[in-house]
Structures are given as C-alpha cells and as structure tokens.
C-alpha cells in the first residue's frame, strides 16, 4: 500500500503532515533515484504555488537535492503544468512542484515530473517511499566537492507561454472575458497570456497573500465567477482556474458553469470533426457524467473510462495511443501539446473554438446533456478509507441504494486519492432523488466506519 504518494503527489498539512524533514528526504530521495542509472549530475527544476508554505517546503527540497548531488533551478511560482514544459526546455532529470492543487492554503504536496515530463510512475515513487521512510538504501550524500548548487532562473514563463500561444490557430481579438485565478498561479501569467492574444481580461481572485488561495474562489468554487458574469452583460465566457492552474472550468455569457465533462464535449466533437481525434475516443473516468458516455455514443465517439486521477487518464491515452481525456473537475491533457493537465491550454482550445465559430459558449454545452450528479465526501481514518471495500455492513448500505437506483443511474463509492475521505455519488435521472439518496448513503456508511 502506498504510504506517501497519492494519486497527485504526496500531500498534507504543512508542518504537520509535511514538514521540512520529510520534504528534505524527499529531494534527496529523488535525487538519488532518478540519477542512479546516469554518470551526469543531474538537473532539477523546483517551482511552487502561491501559499504560504511553499517557499520554505521548496527550500527544503531543494537542499535534499542538493545534499545527494544535484544542481537546482528554482522557478518561483509558477503553474504545475509550465514545470512538466519546462524540464524538457532546461534538458533537467526531472522537476518538483511544491503546490496542493485545489486544497486550501494550510495543505501543500510534492508533485514530481520526470525528465519527459511524465508524472513519475508507480515503480520509482516505490523506491522513493523506501528510501524516506526506511532508508533502504540509505541516502547517499555527496562528497563536499560534489554538493549541487542552487540558481535562480529568469522569467521562465516566457517560454511555456509562447508554448501555449503556439498552439492556438487564431487570435482572441474581440473576446472579452473574466478570469478567476484562485489566487493561486495563475495570478502571475493568466492576463499576460490572455492579453497576448488580443482578449479583453477581467481579472478576479488574482491578488495572492499566501493564504487566500482557493479561498471561496476557483475552479472549486464557481460562486463569485457566475455571479460576476451575469452582473456583466457583454462578458463572452468566465475562466476559472485551481490553486496551480492545472485543472480549468468555464462560465457562460449567461453566467452558467460549464463543467468539465461538458468542455470534454464541446472539445473531442470539434476535433473529430477536423481529424483531430486519436482513435475517436475520449478518455473520462469511472466519475464522468453518465451525460458524457451518452454524448460519445450518439456522436461516434468511444468513450473509455479510466480510475479516477489524471495520471490514470493520462496511461489510458498514452497505452492506446489517444490525445484527449480529462476529468469532470477540470483535469483534461491535450496529449498532443503537453504531457499532463493544463487548465491555461484548455481555455485556449475553448475560447479559440468559440473564435473560429462564432458560438457562444451556451449554444456550444448544449451538446451534451447532463444527468443529475451529487457526491458527498465523508471524512474517513486511513484505515477505513481501505476496509470499506470489504465491510460487510457497508456493502450492504451500498446494495440497498443500487437497488433503488435500479437501472436508471448508478451508485460510486470510492477513497480520494489526496484526501482522507471516502466520495459517496449517486447519479439518476430525478434530482431530488439523487439528493436525498447520495445524502442517506453518505450518513450511513459514515456511521458504519466509526468503528475504524
């Protein structure tokens, strides 16, 4: 079992969870891996998000780093997807993050890319979780002469912007839009970008102080973007991005959210239109909207269901040769321009779609229609989140509800991979049904993990 990466990293509480201790084996565990089978002293990028935390979390992993041998680029904040661009441009061994993504600001993690700009896969974050929490084999620190260095690299948006302007066929002049920065990354590049291509920019939520970020704001809480749209009459589309600006959910000119199976929508049917989609086939997951395999059917499009967590989209798409999938939270990889979730990239297809068209974006999410969906996170002990699967009393609260459901929607419970909680969504065709009856089963099983 795994015991410190999740789905998205290693994540936790700040000086709790996640201290400079085990943030400095972290670095030196890397390190150690990833240069294990090279002569060369490797190269690492460490870039971070706007919280308080991440400069001391950064520094610490940043002396592991070095303490193994390997020299330090710091990047500053910037956004997850520009450090998985980046390591190809600066030839690095591999790139850190330090950000907890959509968390609120007392949380941070660790993501790591390898030198592709891969998430690193299951085998060398084993090795890593060997090496820090049972020092097999011990860490192996550098002779004096050896220790790396630390620089500091200069504007190193600028080339992952121009990356994304790349790939865009048409400018946005004219557009005119709002943008949600979570106060978190996308504060520092999300104008510049946008203005670069000619849109008019409204900025929100882009003043970050370190502990603000996600606060009520964000592709996680849609509020104040939906309101401000419908307050604006003239605003083409609301832009909302997570706290490091890899995950990405839109607002119509109406001010409705547009979540992100509806983009996967709106997006893999443009591309099959032009040729563009690998195999016909979009990969969602087990938590996409029942709405979404129904719009991929009656389209010719194969929908493939991957587990829940981009690093799981993303080996279905790579394993069978794809190039679109995403998350309903916002998580889609465009596989032909970049190796992981950009919410930045995904609203440039978006707005450039809208562009090339002529549609507005209401007219647009009528594509797919989507069935009532609630989940509720329960907040589980790590024991629970493992024993639920076989617990005899929950799989019975859980057979009661698929009854009722019957066969007009379905039941999902499953363990977040970042989180300790247990995610209970109940999906059918009567929204007060799937309100009450996601409700009743969360409290249930709830009840029925007390004893763990």
């Keep these: 079992m795994r015991r410190l990466f999740g789905t998205d990293g290693v994540r936790g509480v700040a000086n709790d969870d996640l201290t400079c201790e085990l943030s400095y084996r972290i670095g030196a565990a890397t390190a150690a891996v990833l240069s294990s089978h090279h002569r060369y002293r490797p190269i690492v990028l460490v870039g971070g998000d706007t919280r ?10 940043a002396s592991g780093l070095c303490a ?20 190809g441009k600066f030839k690095a061994r ?65 080339d992952y912007l121009a990356h994304l302007r790349s790939t865009t066929p048409c400018s946005l002049e004219g557009m005119h839009v709002a943008v949600d920065c979570s106060n978190g990354s996308a504060s520092v590049c ?67 959210e547009v979540d992100g199976d509806v983009v996967m929508a709106i997006l893999s049917a443009d591309m099959k239109e032009r040729g563009k989609l690998a195999g016909n086939a979009l990969v969602g997951t087990v938590m996409s909207n029942f709405g979404l395999s129904r719009f991929c059917e009656a389209n010719g499009i194969r929908f493939v269901a991957a587990k829940v967590g981009d690093r799981y989209v993303l080996e279905q798409i790579r394993m069978e040769g794809y190039n679109f999938g995403g998350e309903q939270s916002g998580h889609l990889i465009f596989y032909d321009f970049s190796t992981t979730g950009d919410g930045q990239l995904t609203a440039l297809q978006l707005l450039s779609l809208m562009k090339r068209t002529g549609k507005k974006l209401s007219e647009l999410a009528r594509v797919m229609k989507r069935y009532p969906q609630k ?39 499953r363990p977040s991979g970042t989180e300790p909680l247990l995610r209970v ?28």
């Design 52 to 61: 308080a935390s991440t400069d001391m979390l950064a520094a610490s992993v």
């Design 68 to 87: 193994v041998g390997a020299d330090v680029i710091m990047l500053g904040v910037v956004p997850t997807p520009a450090v998985a661009y980046l390591v």
């Design 94 to 158: 591999a790139g850190i993050m330090i950000s907890a993504s959509h968390n609120s600001f007392e949380f941070n993690g660790i993501k790591i890319f390898n030198g592709d700009g891969f998430k690193l896969p299951d085998m060398l974050e084993e090795q890593i979780e060997s090496m820090v929490l049972d020092n097999v084999p011990p860490l192996p620190m550098a002779a004096p002469e050896a220790i790396g260095r630390i620089t500091y690299a200069k504007d190193p948006l600028a």
């Design 190 to 256: 999300a104008r510049e970008l946008l203005e670069s291509l000619g849109a008019q920019v409204e900025m929100l939520h882009a003043e970050p102080d370190g502990e603000n970020i996600n606060a009520e704001c964000g592709s996680t809480h849609m509020e104040d973007l939906c309101a401000y749209v419908s307050a604006h009459p003239g605003l083409d589309a609301g832009l909302a991005f997570d706290g490091d600006a890899d995950r990405f959910l839109a607002v119509d000119e109406n001010g409705n």
């Design 375 to 413: 989940t509720v996170n329960i907040r589980v002990s790590p024991e629970a989140k493992v024993v639920f699967y076989t617990d005899e009393e929950v799989r019975a609260i859980m057979a009661e509800a698929e009854a009722q459901i019957g066969g007009n929607g379905r039941l999902l419970v």
């Design 425 to 452: 969504m109940v999906e059918s065709e009567d929204p007060a049904f799937v309100e009450r009856l996601a409700t009743e089963t969360a409290e249930k099983i709830e009840s029925a993990l007390k004893k763990y």
